[in-house]
């Protein structure tokens, strides 16, 4: 779209006089392809890591190569049905990719190495293709499964409504897509190319990686089965710490997108002139411009009522550009600059003002109707009384603990000229009301003389007083009305002529009068912050008998997104634990693994903890995308116990054995998908805000999990199977 703008305007540029460019001041295509670019960064540093590691872990160039693959092909396959469904190409969608590298290449990875390992162990006495045909029909079940659980762990995505509903749909479709290709690759392609380039005699000796890591593992496993205790309750304590660490996480819609841009609001008195608010504005422009960080400076004073968002002279936005973070020199980050800005700001009297940054701006507005973080909308029936509370709530506001750009709607401070018309003096002349109203519009607002046409285009020609005569009540007072018998009447005889202050505007939402104070929070998570302001103002304010607050904005999304998940999280879990159930036929051990889950999320918690980060709808998708990887592991891991029992092997044995062998496929699908994310931990670009908390949950739960998996779940097998538990 901006594209073709861009065309057209070319052409608008050659029909223009010389002297005359058109230069646009916001583009938005930058921050598009700035975005694109992190996150596209991200994708490849990811898929070279998780290529470094399929080689330490294989030890064989033609095994990495094929695991790696899939990576392509699947996001081929992703790009296919987003263009099919209508999805483009974006930050979310992309970033979906770059988060579920990990995931992507998870069922490759077990096919290979289980391939791979019987190869070795053949050494050739069989026939390649027979030996690879037996190896994928060992671990397709376990791989069908993962992966259709991981799938199913994103769907309460596409229930959320919305603009989180817009934001993360292209996410959990591309994953799921990307997931639904991985499925049909590590089952056909992986299989075929291995009996292509897994040919010749291999190694099976392990790579001296997986070497070390079996040497430290097996003794550890010993120990654990033996003190079995000991790491039950180390986990029950981490789960305890976690879900203490978590009541102290702060709580946040999505966090802020560095735009590039500082998108700024300016407010002055209703009864502002048009020559008064040019040059207060024209100030507050040379304050930003004194910045060596900004670039342009532009501001659109006013807009008509006949657009969707009208404002009056009173009300400027402003769209300051923001050179490269490399070249500031006043502060270090966006927070700290806006924050000397608003100090420098604040020195010009009769301005209030609300920081914000361009689409995040719109978007504030499309969701509660204010340019701002949160809204405080006060409903009721009397003007004059909804201005009273909506100050008494503004000035408690701003003594919250983190509260700035605290503002009241303007509804007062308007001047009316009011012509109260005798209608018994206007008898006695024979004069009509309509009459004196005809004078008092042309006087005021002017009325149509005559047409003036320029070749095509024609333009009204509007009489009415001049500016100084308009602004003075009392020359209104010596306007001579005609009464019927030719006399020259002064106004000031047939009316009362007065000038009074009224409202500025009336709002209305859901056919109710309302105000709103807005305000944005700074210094802390914006949960903490609406809470105490909602306690607050419930103390020190009295709302009159039918009057009511409600309370909008970014706080009134993450309520919305939280309880949403709230619902439908439960059942996916459900879903999983049915899905497990059909796929082991054994209520033991679905149970087994979906116990997994919950000690899952110690390392996402303890992740956002160390992190600095908030909880948001972005880390909330992190926790749902933990639960896949928590499952997918515990699948491998129970799969191959069953099997080993199934041929024979003592439970100790099993759980032994099972758990040397599955180490490698374990630690390659935790270690895939960790680094995988690692270049979104580390990235600092546009769009690297939003992907931050997932990364930083999905990268400390894998550890945990995984250390739950090798150690934790094996315990549990045995114990469960000693005892031949049943439910």
Known sequence: VVAAVKDRLATVQKALPRDVRVVPFYDRTELVDRAMHTVTKALLEGGVLVLVVLILFLGNLRSALIVTLVLPLSALFAFILLNAFGYSANLMSLGGLAIGIGMIVDGAVVMTENVFRHLAEDRGKRNVVEVVRESAQEVARPIVFGISIITVVFLPLFTLEGFEGKMFAPLAFTVAAALAGSLVLSLTLVPVMSTFLLRGRLSERDTWLVARAKGLYLPVLRWCLKRWQVPVV?????????????????????????????????FRLPSVSLSTSRQMELEAERVLRSFPEITTVVSKTGRADIAS????????????????????????TREELVEKIRVRLENIPGMSYSFSQPIQLRVDELVSGVKAQVAIKIFGDDLDVLRQNGEAVERVIRQVRGAADVNLERTAGTAYLDV??????IARYGINVADIQAIIETAIGGSEATVLREG?????????????????PAHFENLLVTAEDGQRVPLSQLAHIRVLEGP???SREDGQRRIVIECNGTGRDMGAFVADAQHAVGREVTIPTGYFVIWGGQFENQQRAMARLSIVVPLVVLLIFLLLFTSFGSLRNAVLIVLNIPFALIGGVIGLF??????????????????????LNGVVMVSYFNQLRQEGATLEDAVLRGGELRLRPVLMTALVGALGLIPLLIASGPGSEIQRPLASVVVGGLVTSTLLTLFLLPILYRWLERRDVEF
């Open 309 to 332: 968002d009208p404002m009056g002279l009173e009300v400027s936005d402003v769209i300051a550009n923001l050179r490269p973070r490399s070249e500031w020199k006043t502060a270090r």
């Open 504 to 506: 500025a505007q009336v």
């Open 456 to 472: 095509q285009r024609s333009f009204a020609v509007v009489v009415k007083f001049p500016e100084a005569v308009r602004s003075d």
């Open 234 to 266: 180390l986990a029950l304590g981490g789960l305890v710490v976690s879900g203490l660490l978590f009541t102290r996480l702060g709580r946040e819609f999505l966090p802020p997108l560095d735009e590039g841009a500082i998108g700024l609001q300016t």
């Open 420 to 425: 109260d018309i005798d209608r018994e003096r």
């Open 610 to 631: 160390i992190s600095g980060q908030n909880l948001s709808v972005a880390a909330s998708v992190g926790f749902i995308a933990l639960f896949g990887v928590a499952v």
